[in-house]
Structures are given as structure tokens and as C-alpha cells.
């Protein structure tokens, strides 16, 4: 095929040159960089390493601790400039505290960063990120990432590593929970849309904080779904699938960067010369600061890769990690090793370059009590507004997968008897979900007292079950008896906030503990079951799905899921999240993934039913192929119907454009919302390309009766991809468009793409 070669051009993020105050004493007409330069130029050799070395508080650590510090020793460590700020703290009087030791007791007086784990919230806890991405709904997403800017910063805080942009196909692996889910398309958009989020328009508005997107690079591609474990791919892969969303969020302006635990083909990612130096530095253009993930590059020794700790700093700082996190190396080993000559005294500097214009972008010259505000705090933190806004983006997350003989909607003023079973039902710490180290336990409404509070003319009982963390069934026969007196049962199943996240990866991806024995129990009853399954992945449920009616995949949904799930089932809202995960039939299919390649034997069998005769092709002899729940699949309480699919030409010119268009149907009673998904296929390329990869969607509402003509622009550069040569851009040759409600029950048709087509490879990445 002939290929068309796509230029890379640079794109830099921080380049832009802004006027701040000096730092003590100065003109404020000098622009930053003067600024930056004359300060650099004051530095000792252990104030510069003191500035790239960033240390926990003592409020909570999320990971291993090589040291710990009363408040004196941080104070002592701030006057001498030795840390760059702290980390997972919080309240506007203390880190003011800390800033006025840092700009009046230091020598340069230069401020402190405040970085936290703000991951889906602050006080006001979101869905955690897996379960906003089942919304499909960038605006709420990026308004959910705006809340907690303002909730964070307004308590002291002025970076936040987050978002998450591993894309996940391996649902062992505990970290799915805080990312987007499998696709690298539908990731680019929300990975952006949470950098706008916490970014707003300004760093240095008080309300807005510094993005941190992690784990640079492959992460979730980590071997047996095994957190922190090797990763080994093509560069093909790597620039395919896995980098997609790390551009899309540094292109909507993201201003750092977090390096992975993983290695990459050999080499740690902390120290990955090429996917820093090459790809992100020379390549993107990105003048963003670089932080390692918590001890890793003194984990480069247990890797087998450093000698030692100066060899693992020597090793990280020429690759491109500016900001050592919790390990101390860069204080301790640098200052020795730019004497010595091992480390060239430019890398020191540009590293604390880059941590100064962070800085400087931030307003903390400026101003360094700019976050530091009480007054401002008390208003933002758990305002009314925010709460409301919790509710919505959770109400929003929800994805029906279930709903036999259409239990569901409830009637909320019917007299009848519910049962409320299940250890997550009267739970209410577990709704803040993992990664919420700022939520409190008390706060969250549970599903029991949301349940309660729609129900207004029903009878409600509650019954534990069982407990999340004991194979007990001690309490099966008072559960039994719960649902043999109720009319309806609502069971409130799945994981607890620690059974995923990090660290938290699972060989075993069923109901955890004895819940699937309760489940069966109350199924016995012959009571119709409706069951709200809480989770941070996606969870092997079939034995639900061929004997419970009706099934719901809550996530964990944060302060309003009660209220939320409750306007759900009542009929206030209805669903419209749809998956962007594949559920699995078994853990035996992972990693599952809906973007797959074609082998040289396809299976075309009946994927409904495992074959039992000896078939020499690509394929489970106990289990089909395919998905429980395929990636964007979600049930509504009303129907759609899909037809009159359409191409505006069957012939793509190369700097044409081809209207997809396609007609769909509200042919239910209800009001509801579709997204209504766009994928394509490449026939043939000169590397072998996915079945299926999502191109465009929308989100749409519809009145019962309604019919909607949707319209879709595709372009070459929506064809274009990484190609046999390692050059980006299209090649000519015959395509597949797919329309449906899911990657799996769509219409087709097909178009041709025209010789010398080609795009621009430093375009965002568009819905």
C-alpha cells in the first residue's frame, strides 16, 4: 500500500511567557523566565536537588515509607530548602503555616508545592473515574474534576495526581478503578476533559489546581493484571494504544506528568530515555514537569536495574524524572554526583526550571497563601452546589445491564415490602470507594437510607447477609427470612472501597467472599431480585445474569450513591450509563477487550453456546468468545431502535470528509438518553488492524416517539494510525463503518479510502 508520511511537530505546553513578582525583591515587568534564571542562578548545588525532592505529610501515606517526620523536621527541612513541598495534606491554616516558613525563615524563600491524591473529589466524593466514564458524558465529567479543584485548592492544595490515563484491558488488575477503562479514544476525551477540569482557564486562579497525568507509560498493560508488574510490547502498541491518551491530555494542557512503576521492554519507565527524551520531550514538545511515582526510582534497584541509589538518581535525572517523590535520592545522591561529573549539571537545572514555572504558573510568587484561605474554604468544601453535582454525576454512572420482565422502574408510592440485603446495603464508608482518602466514612448516603428516603409509601426491612471480609453465613437465615416477607428484594453486592484500587489486584474477579452463596440463597426464595453491584472493575457475573432479573452496575458512586441508585430504581432518573469496560464471562478471557485483532482462524461458530466437537480455531472450548457485557452496552427503560444507516459517498478523498448518517427511535414509553456509538474498521493494513475501534459518539435525549437523524463526520484523520514504518497517517484501502448502542449490536456499511489521503498528526483528538 502506498503511505502517506505525516510530519511530527512540536507542541509545547508551558511555553508561554507570563509576568509575575519577584521572588523577594524585583521589577514586575521582568518576565518569568528572567525571573526563573536570576533565582537558578542564586542556588546552591543542595538548594537545586532540595527542589526536585518531594515528601509525604503525616496525615496518610499511599505507599511504603522510608521516613517519617514530625512537624518540627518538616519545618527544619523547609528552612534549610530541602523539600519542594509535601504531599497528601490539607487545610488552609496549616499549609499557609507551611508556605510562611518557606517564603520568611528560607534562604530563597521560594514556595512549597501541596500535592494530594485528589483522584474523584475532595470532601465531595465523586464516582470513582471508571464509573464517571460509564456516563459517556464529557461535560459532567470535566464539572466533576472542577468541583474537586475547587474543594482541594480552596484547602490548601495546588496539584493533584490525577487523571489516570492507563488504558485498562486486564480486569484483575486493582487499578481499572481509576482510569477510563479499554479504549484509547474514549480515554483521550475523558482524560482531557478531567485535565480542564482541575485547570480551568488559569493556574493561578486560587480555585484551580495543577494536573498530574499518570503512569507514564503502559501501566495497565502489566503482565497477569499484576499491579506493578512488567510490561513488554511492540512500539506499535506502545504508540497505538497505550500513548493516545497521554498526548490528548497534555494537549489540553496538562501541567505535569507522572512516570509508571512499570518497566517497558526492559528498561524501568522511570528511567525510559526514549518515551521521555524521544517521545515526550523531542517528539510532543512537552516543557511540563515530570514526577516520579511514589520510591520508584529507588525501586530501580529492585529492578535489577541501578546499582545503587546514585546510580538509580544518575539514571532517572538523564532520562527526563525532574521530581523525586519519597525516596530522597535527589537530595541526598545529586549534589555528589554533578561534582563528580556523572551527571551533567544542565539536567539539575532544567529539572528546577521546570519546578520553578510550576510554580511561578501556580500564582505562588505571586501570592503564597493564594491557597491558603479559610474563609474561602468553609465555603467550597461540601457547599450544596457540590453536592448536588455529586448526585448528578452518580445518578449519571449508573449502567443498567438487566432488566427482565421491566422490574425495574419501582413505584414509589405502591404499597409494598422491600428488602434491603447485602453487605453494601446499610454500608456507607464503601460508597466513597478507593482513592478517597479525603472523604469521611460518616458522610456518604447509603443505598439503604437513599432507598428509604424515595420509598415514600413502601415497607422497608434491611438484612447484612454476610460480611465483606468473613466466609461466614451466619447471617443467611435472617436474610432469608428478610426476603421471604418482602414483595421485592434489593441485594447490595460486589466490592468494598480496598478490593481494588491500587495494590488491590484480584486472581479472582466473582463476588468476593461468601455474597454469591447469599445471592443464591435469596434467589431460593423465589423472590424477584434486583441487585445493585458495586465495583471498581469489571466483575465475572454469570451466574447472575442467567438467574437474577434484574442487574445494575453501580461502581462505587461517593457521597450521593444512595440517593442516586435510589432515583434510579424509583424511576427518576432514567439510566443511561453504558459500559466502558467489557465484562468477561470468565476470568479465564482476560485481558477482554472489545478492539481485538482478527487471527489466522477465526471462530465463526455459535458464539452463544461453547462447541463441544473438536474445532481447530481460535476459541474456548467451555465458554463463547465474546463479552458477558460488551464495552458500551447499557440498558435504558425505554427502547431504541437503530435503522436507515447511511454514507454520504462510498469514496473517502483525501481531503475529504464522509457523513455517516443513521436514524434512531425512541420506541418506548419513557423519556431517555442514548449514545449513540460510531465505530470503524481498516480491512486490511500494513500492520493487522483492531475489528472495531470507536471513532465518534454521542449522547443523546429523546421524548417517547421521538425519531432523530444523527450525524457523524469522518475525516482521514480519524483513519490514521502508527503503520508499519513507525510513521502516523492513513493508508488507502477499504473500511468498515459500524453504528449502534454498543460495540456489539450495530449495522454496517462500508466506504473506500482514497490514495494520498493524510492528517495532521498534532490534532487534538475531537468527539
Known amino acids: 500500500m502506498r503511505k502517506t508520511f505525516i510530519p511530527i511537530l512540536l507542541v509545547v505546553i508551558l511555553g508561554s511567557a507570563m509576568l509575575f513578582s519577584s521572588f523577594k525583591t524585583g521589577d514586575k515587568k521582568d518576565k518569568t523566565e528572567q525571573r526563573v534564571e536570576d533565582l537558578l542562578s542564586k542556588m546552591t548545588l543542595e538548594e537545586k536537588a532540595g527542589q526536585l525532592n518531594f515528601v509525604v505529610g503525616d496525615l496518610f501515606n499511599t505507599g511504603p515509607t ?60 465523586f464516582p470513582i473515574p471508571l464509573g464517571e466514564a460509564a456516563s459517556w458524558d464529557l461535560t459532567a465529567i470535566e464539572k466533576s474534576a472542577r468541583v ?3 474543594e482541594s485548592a480552596a484547602s490548601g492544595i495546588n496539584l493533584t495526581f490525577a487523571p489516570m490515563a492507563d488504558v485498562a484491558r486486564d480486569a484483575r488488575w486493582g487499578r481499572t478503578a481509576e482510569g477510563a477503562g479499554e479504549d484509547p479514544y474514549l480515554v483521550s476525551l475523558i482524560t482531557a ?12 486562579d486560587p480555585l484551580t489546581i495543577a494536573a498530574c497525568v499518570k503512569h507514564f507509560v503502559a501501566y495497565g498493560a502489566a503482565e497477569a493484571g499484576r499491579d506493578y508488574n512488567t510490561v513488554d510490547m511492540s512500539e506499535y502498541e506502545l504508540r497505538n494504544t497505550y500513548l493516545p491518551p497521554f498526548k490528548a491530555a497534555l494537549d489540553a494542557g496538562s501541567a505535569t506528568l507522572m512516570t509508571a512503576f512499570n518497566e517497558l521492554n526492559g528498561v524501568p519507565a522511570t528511567a525510559h530515555t526514549k518515551v521521555m527524551r524521544q517521545i515526550l520531550r523531542d517528539e510532543w514538545g512537552f516543557n511540563g514537569l515530570v514526577i516520579s511515582d511514589w520510591q520508584n526510582i529507588w525501586e530501580m534497584t529492585s529492578h535489577g536495574y541501578a546499582q545503587d541509589n546514585a546510580h538509580a538518581g544518575e539514571l532517572a535525572l538523564k532520562a527526563g524524572t525532574d521530581l523525586d517523590m519519597m525516596a530522597e535520592i535527589y537530595l541526598k545522591e545529586l549534589p555528589q554526583l554533578v561534582k563528580s561529573g556523572k551527571v551533567e549539571q544542565k539536567y539539575l537545572d532544567d529539572a528546577v526550571r521546570r ?4 510554580k511561578f504558573k501556580l500564582g505562588l510568587f505571586d501570592n503564597p497563601y493564594l491557597y491558603s484561605n479559610t474563609k ?37 408510592s405502591k404499597k ?9 446495603g446499610n454500608n456507607k464508608e464503601d460508597m466513597n470507594g478507593t482513592w478517597s482518602f479525603f472523604g469521611e466514612a460518616q458522610h456518604p448516603v447509603s443505598f439503604l437510607e437513599g432507598i428509604k428516603k424515595y420509598a415514600k409509601g413502601t415497607e422497608i426491612t434491611y438484612a447484612e447477609g454476610c460480611e465483606l471480609y468473613s466466609d461466614s453465613r451466619a447471617k443467611f437465615d435472617e436474610a432469608v427470612a428478610a426476603a421471604k416477607k418482602a414483595d421485592i428484594v434489593v441485594m447490595a453486592i460486589g466490592e468494598s472501597a480496598v478490593m481494588n484500587g491500587e495494590g488491590a489486584s484480584r486472581a479472582n474477579i466473582s463476588l468476593p467472599g461468601v455474597q454469591l452463596d447469599l445471592v443464591k440463597a435469596i434467589h431460593a426464595t423465589g423472590k424477584p431480585i434486583i441487585a445493585l453491584v458495586s465495583s471498581g472493575r469489571a466483575l465475572e457475573l454469570t451466574w447472575l445474569d442467567e438467574n437474577i432479573p434484574t442487574i445494575l452496575a453501580t461502581w ?16 427518576e432518573y432514567n439510566p443511561s450509563g453504558k459500559l466502558p469496560v467489557s465484562f468477561p464471562r470468565s476470568v479465564g478471557q482476560l485481558p477482554l477487550y472489545y478492539n481485538h485483532k482478527n487471527t489466522g482462524r477465526v471462530y465463526e461458530g455459535d458464539h452463544s453456546e461453547p462447541g463441544s466437537e473438536r474445532v481447530y480455531k481460535s476459541r474456548y472450548r467451555d465458554v463463547p468468545n465474546t463479552a458477558l457485557y460488551p464495552f458500551g452496552y447499557g440498558l435504558s427503560y425505554t427502547t431504541f431502535k437503530y435503522d436507515n444507516l447511511k454514507l454520504s459517498t462510498d469514496k473517502l478523498a483525501p481531503a475529504g470528509q464522509l457523513q455517516v448518517s443513521i436514524d434512531v427511535t425512541n420506541t418506548g414509553k419513557y423519556a431517555g438518553e442514548e449514545v449513540i456509538q460510531l465505530y470503524t474498521r481498516d480491512l486490511v493494513g500494513s500492520i493487522t488492524r483492531p475489528v472495531k475501534e470507536l471513532k465518534k459518539f454521542q449522547k443523546l435525549t429523546f421524548t417517547p416517539g421521538e425519531k432523530k437523524t444523527v450525524m457523524f463526520t469522518l475525516t482521514p484523520e480519524d483513519l490514521a494510525f502508527w503503520r508499519a514504518d513507525l510513521t502516523y497517517g492513513t493508508e488507502p484501502g477499504d473500511f468498515k463503518v459500524f453504528v449502534g448502542p454498543n460495540s456489539r449490536d450495530v449495522q454496517e456499511v462500508s466506504f473506500t479510502l482514497l490514495k494520498d489521503g493524510s492528517v495532521k498528526y498534532e490534532s487534538s483528538i475531537k468527539n
Open 66 to 125: 522510608v521516613r517519617t517526620s514530625e512537624s518540627d523536621k518538616f519545618n527544619e527541612a523547609i528552612r534549610k530548602g530541602e523539600i519542594t513541598g509535601i504531599f497528601n495534606i490539607h487545610g488552609a491554616a496549616y499549609t499557609g503555616k507551611l508556605q510562611k516558613l518557606a517564603v520568611e525563615e528560607s534562604r530563597l524563600g521560594i514556595p512549597l508545592l501541596i500535592g494530594a491524591d485528589v483522584i474523584h473529589g475532595f470532601k465531595t466524593v
Open 148 to 150: 474537586a479543584a475547587k
Open 193 to 204: 476533559a478531567r485535565v480542564k477540569g482541575f485547570q480551568g482557564n488559569s493556574l493561578s
Open 355 to 358: 519546578v520553578l514555572w510550576l
Open 376 to 412: 474561602t474554604e468553609k465555603k467550597q468544601v461540601r457547599s450544596k452546589e457540590h453536592l448536588q453535582a455529586a448526585f448528578e454525576v452518580a445518578q449519571r454512572s449508573i449502567v443498567l445491564l438487566k432488566n427482565e420482565n421491566t422490574l425495574l422502574p419501582l413505584s414509589a
Open 416 to 424: 409494598q415490602k422491600i428488602a434491603v440485603i447485602g453487605p453494601l
Open 556 to 571: 462505587s458512586l461517593g457521597s450521593e450513591a444512595g440517593n442516586a441508585a435510589a432515583s434510579v430504581l424509583f424511576g
